[in-house]
Every structure is written in C-alpha cells, then in structure tokens.
C-alpha cells in the first residue's frame, strides 16, 4: 500500500480500504491479541438480545470476532464508519451505519467498542463524544477502548516509544514505511491524554504508546 504524503492519511481511500486488514496487521502486531481481548471481554458484558455499537468499524474486524456472542444472544450490532470507502469492505455482522460518529444521538445501548477510533477525532469533540457515549450504556453496560496515548514522561516514555517502532519492524514493516505512515498522521491522528478518559476506566492491556481500558456504566 502506497504510503500518503506528510499530514495526508485519510480512510477516505480505496487503497487504503483495500489494504487495510494487511497493513494494519504489519503496523499494529499486537492488533489480533488486542481483538480477542475485546472479545473476551465482551463476552462478559452483551447480555441476551442487547445492543452493541461498534465506532470507526472499519472492514468489520470487532463484528467478526464477536459475531457468535450476537448469534448467540440474539444481540443487535451497529458498526459505525465515517468512510464510505471503508464501509464496502464491511464483511461482518449486523448494521453498517456510515457516519461521524460525533453525530450521532445513541440508543440506550449494552456494548461498545472504541478500537483506534477516538484518537481520530479532533481534540475539541472527543471528549463530548466520549462523555455522551459513556453516559448512553445501559446499567451492567461498558466501554471497551484500544487507543494510542500521549507519551509520559522520562526515560520510561523513550523505551515505550522505541517499543512500538521495533514491533512494527518485526513484523516486517520497512523503515521507510514505518517512518512515512508516523509522517502521514501529522495533525491527523492525535493520541490521547490520560485525562481524557472516561472516570474509572481500568487498563487491560498496554504495548509501547497502545493501551486498552474497559469503562462501566455509572450505576
């Protein structure tokens, strides 16, 4: 997949779209850990007939592997996608809503899913979003987020960071390519700060800048 030009990546692409599953793979190499994790967890939280959102879907990734926890259940899926280019390559359960997440006015919902999705949402709306998404879940309900987040501090900070860039080296991305896709998210992808999340959100999981919480429903 062609790399864009600094400050230049978009989902709006069918290159993109058509190289997604792969590239990402190549990029994130934990990204299959962290999809079964959500999984897992979800198992725990959709209950018979609920309702789960799965925001910036993609090519359905989260929807397959949840898709017999919704057979099973008879659970309702809504996978929302802002691109149109990535929504024909929805291969997964349930609905395909393509839309700005930001838009949206929630059904009282069960499940929901926020994998790399806020972090491309620009920082002066996010945290409304995520403010009235968290308030939508239904009591017993959650939130499960896999986001990049702002480097701490120190020397700890330069190791996390170096950790991501050996991971996607082994994983068979080139330098140049590792470099181009870092540059091609100028302004575009803007990690979050810790502040940001949702109270009482508990970390389950964390490689290099890449960490996953799970945020319950106020009770």
Avoid: C
């Avoid at 725990?44 to 879907?57: K, M, N, Q, S, T």
């Avoid at 929630?106 to 926020?114: A, I, K, N, Q, R």
């Amino acid at each position: 997949m062609q790399m864009p030009d600094e400050g230049r990546w978009t989902f709006q692409s069918r290159d993109v779209a058509s190289g997604f599953d792969n590239h990402v793979r190549e990029q994130l190499p934990w990204y299959d850990l962290a999809t079964s994790a959500v999984e897992h967890i979800a198992r725990h939280y959709i209950p018979e007939r609920g309702l789960v959102y799965d925001i910036g879907a993609s090519t359905g990734n989260v929807g397959r592997a949840i898709a017999p926890i919704l057979e099973a259940r008879s659970a309702r899926l809504i996978a929302v996608e802002k691109a149109p280019e990535m929504a024909e390559k929805y291969q997964a359960p349930g609905e395909i809503v393509i839309r700005d997440a930001t838009s949206i006015d929630f059904e009282p919902f069960d499940f929901g899913v926020l994998f790399l999705s806020t972090i491309f949402m620009p920082p002066h709306v996010r945290g409304q979003f995520l403010s009235r998404f968290v308030d939508a879940l239904r009591p017993g309900g959650a939130v499960v987020m896999v986001e990049r987040m702002q480097a701490g501090s120190g020397y700890t900070s330069t190791i996390m960071a170096r950790l991501t860039l050996a991971n996607k080296l082994r994983a068979g991305a080139t330098p140049e390519d590792v470099v181009a896709k870092e540059l091609s998210l100028s302004g575009v992808q803007r990690p979050l700060a810790a502040a940001e999340l949702p109270d009482g959100a508990i970390e389950f999981f964390r490689v290099g800048d890449f960490a996953g919480w799970i945020v319950e429903a106020k009770m």
